[in-house]
């Protein structure tokens, strides 16, 4: 099966907005085996619309158009989908009941221009839109379906799931004598993409059934594998061979798979272990107990964070000492274990996670240039570790990293904890 995608939106080709629908979408289908073969952009021009409409429906078996639904002026991509259909609009009589109870609901009238997104291709497939008003509708042009969907992310994500993936999936079962695929996505940390490709290169050429890919989705690094074969049971068997090995190869470094995501596995291990954790963090800034705050039920573990970003606060919140800031200064291995240990006695806690460096773009020394990072772990009744991390990159990509590898201290401690009799 053959897919193409069409974003249409002057925002997304003037760089004011970035397309985060696309990749959903594309990992989604990527999960059935199928891989997107383009995504086009388009700007609100109607002859580039309907011309991209006509180009894709002629090279693909589905096509999915986000964006254009909306009642503005700018919203015209049903009309640009009726003329490359060569029929008119037509009113949808759901979707304009639909609108007017929305509009009712909230103490208003319903205007022309919300009551424009009842207008469909006539002919078309309307399909209710669960969390949101325009409606996604299918029309069919030649042998191509094409998924008209908003461009607003939540409500474009809903129909992809609830809608669109469910569509292709049961035309793929249809398909006679199909390929039978079955994916997994391995997330790692703490490996660069170009030292994941050289470790799994031998593993690819002894899975010839499994097609071995990368993605880096900063700060962590994932490995594709897809299995092809004439049955979903060989194609299964096929994959749990090819991650069996490629776990064995990669060890801790693969943190999850699929869905999983970095905090919420650190957030696991926190539960299972029955441990807790407070962060003093100076140049992250928060991002730590921002992304762990994130996981639901993050109250069970994360006891306290304090962005303790100048050396008065330091001393204030995480118990630093004056002259150790004045002799080592903020950014230093002392001042990061004294912010671990501080700060975990001061929440009472198992576990104390810190973090002090110069994320730029000014700043830093000769012997600690900007990029330096120092990330500690205090425990409970035990030694505290420090480590000293050379970051390159922007102040945001610094930052990042930073974070990255001072919860990677806290997740390396619970699996070896874990694993100790």
């Keep these: 099966m053959r897919v193409e995608l069409l974003c249409t939106g002057d925002e997304l080709v003037t760089g004011l907005t970035t397309d985060t629908n696309s990749p959903y979408l594309e990992a989604r289908l990527f999960e059935l085996g199928v891989k997107v073969g383009r995504v086009v952009l388009v700007g609100d021009v109607r002859e580039d619309i309907t011309r991209g409409l006509e180009e894709a429906a002629s090279r693909a078996d589905v096509v999915i158009v986000s964006g254009g639904l909306g009642p503005t002026a700018d919203d015209f991509t049903a009309e640009c989908a009726a003329a490359a259909a060569g029929v008119p609009l037509v009113e949808d009589a759901g979707t304009l009941r639909f609108l007017r109870e929305r509009a009712e609901k909230r103490g208003r009238e319903l205007t022309s221009n919300v009551a424009r997104m009842a207008l469909v291709p006539r002919g078309a497939e309307v399909v209710p839109n669960p ?4 409606p996604l509708f299918i029309v069919r042009l030649g042998g ?3 998924f008209f969907l908003p461009g607003v992310p939540r409500e474009y994500r809903a129909l992809v799931d609830g809608v ?4 292709v999936r049961e035309e793929l ?3 006679p004598g199909r390929t039978w695929r079955a994916f997994r996505l391995l997330r790692t940390v703490g490996l660069p993409e170009s030292v994941l490709d050289a470790r799994v290169a031998p593993l690819a050429r002894a899975h010839p059934r499994v097609v071995f890919g990368f993605r880096t989705h900063a700060p962590e690094n994932q490995l594709k594998l897809m299995a092809e074969a004439p049955s979903q049971a060989e194609a299964e068997a096929a994959l749990a061979a090819a991650e069996e090995a490629s776990r064995a190869e990669l060890g801790r470094s693969v943190y999850g798979a699929d869905a999983d995501t970095y905090p919420g596995v650190v957030a696991r291990l926190l539960t299972q272990a029955r441990a807790t954790l ?3 963090e100076s140049c992250t800034g ?3 107990a921002s992304q762990l705050t994130a996981v639901p039920g993050a109250s069970g573990f994360l006891m306290g964070s304090a962005v303790v970003y100048t050396e008065r606060m330091k001393t204030a919140w995480a118990g630093v000492p004056p002259d150790m800031l004045e002799r080592h200064g903020a950014v230093s291995r002392p001042v990061a274990v004294a912010l671990a240990e501080g700060i975990r006695a001061s ?3 198992t576990y104390g996670l810190s973090v002090t460096g110069f994320a730029g773009p000014t700043g ?3 012997e600690d240039p900007v990029g330096t990072v120092y990330c500690a772990l205090a425990v409970d009744g035990g030694p505290t570790r420090c480590e000293r991390f050379s970051l390159s990159g922007d102040r945001e990509l610094i930052r990042l990293f930073a974070a990255s590898h001072a919860l990677e201290l806290l997740r390396e401690h619970l699996l070896t904890s874990a694993s100790s009799p």
Aim: glycine content about 12%.
């Design 173 to 175: 079962e249809r398909r």
């Design 278 to 280: 407070a962060v003093a």
């Design 164 to 167: 669109v993936v469910p569509r």
């Design 144 to 146: 191509c379906r094409l």
């Design 286 to 288: 928060g991002l730590i």
């Design 347 to 349: 929440c009472q806690t």
């Design 364 to 366: 830093g020394t000769p």
């Design 131 to 134: 969390v949101g008003a325009a």
